[in-house]
């Protein structure tokens, strides 16, 4: 069971380039979250599928969009990176939806935008 | 008021010593809490879940104050190796989301 796997670790991007996050989980839970860490502010909510086939946004969606692509598989796409998202970025995932369920963390990746 | 509002620290304390968090949130609703550690450069786990009054886990108790809005963790006969950001994490204001406070940093120290 390898849990909540992300891809890439690092990343350094130059700003307007796109990439996209990859996360995936085979715990076969149904919601799976985005989340970025900043210093001090704690993590923030980007974007979360609460089950296969939804998306709603979170507290900062600004700039980003996912795809729920099946159910073990929920990517993070920067279209034109700014340094304001330089950050680390980690994916989650829990059984349901709801704030008693336990969340799951992937190792994370740092991103850079010079 | 912020939604979670923890000292980010540092607490600084020798091993075996009893050291305690305070985190207090500001959604009256909220009715499970967790504690959650993140060691440096790692991603958070699951340390305790508080659903009523408190929990108590081994070296580890977390209790919570709802007339005052606060939950604590404590945690006794501190080792080097419970030095970590602890992290309070409350149902958020808007849906069913949580909220994660910006963390307590704990050094303990031989």
């Known amino acids: 069971n390898a849990g909540v796997t992300q891809t890439p670790k690092f990343q350094v991007l130059k700003t307007g380039q796109s990439m996209t996050l990859q996360c995936a989980q085979d715990m076969n839970h149904n919601s799976m979250y985005w989340y970025r860490q900043d210093p001090g502010m704690g993590l923030r909510l980007i974007y979360y599928s609460a089950s296969e086939g939804t998306t709603d946004k979170g507290e900062v969606p600004n700039g980003y969009n996912v795809s729920r692509l099946n159910k073990r598989e929920f990517s993070l796409r920067l279209e034109s990176a700014a340094p304001s998202q330089t950050s680390v970025y980690f994916c989650a995932s829990s059984e349901d939806r709801g704030p008693w369920n336990e969340q799951y963390f992937g190792p994370g990746t740092r991103l850079t935008v010079t | 008021r912020k939604e979670v509002e923890q000292d980010p620290g540092p607490f600084n304390v020798p091993e075996g010593a009893t050291v305690a968090f305070n985190c207090t949130y500001s959604n009256s609703a909220s009715q499970s809490f967790f504690w959650y550690r993140q060691d440096c450069r790692k991603e958070p786990k699951l340390l305790m879940s508080?659903?009523?009054s408190g929990n108590e886990d081994g070296r580890f108790t977390a209790q919570l104050n709802r007339a005052s809005q606060y939950i604590s963790l404590l945690i006794r006969d501190s080792k080097l190796s419970d030095s970590a950001t602890y992290l309070c994490v409350v149902p958020g204001n808007a849906g069913n989301m949580l909220t994660f406070g910006g963390g307590t940093r704990l050094m303990v120290k031989p």
């Open positions: 508080v659903y009523s």
